[in-house]
């Protein structure tokens, strides 16, 4: 029988090794919901200061609002 690594690198490594896309995958899923987290209510917040500062002319909201949009 194999004994497991002793350091903390080779003991991740070796099972690494095994199942690559999971371990990926839990390490990346929770960076992009803490991402997700920020990015959709700062978009949002984009476009209520759009709204909020167009004023009369809203000829140009569009134009504000599309980088808004991409987020």
Same mark, same amino acid.
């Given at each position: 029988m194999h004994s497991l690594p002793k350091?903390?690198?080779k003991f991740f490594w070796y099972f690494y090794?095994? *199942?690559?896309?999971?371990?990926t995958t839990f390490f990346l899923a929770p960076c992009l919901l803490i991402l997700e987290a920020v990015?959709?209510?700062y978009g949002l917040k984009m476009m209520?200061?759009?709204f909020t500062?167009?004023?009369?002319?809203?000829?140009h909201?569009? *134009?504000q609002?599309?980088?808004a949009l991409w987020v």
């Open positions: 350091s903390l690198f090794k095994k *199942q690559p896309i999971a371990f990015v959709i209510p209520v200061d759009v500062n167009a004023g009369d002319d809203r000829s909201v569009f *134009q609002l599309s980088s």
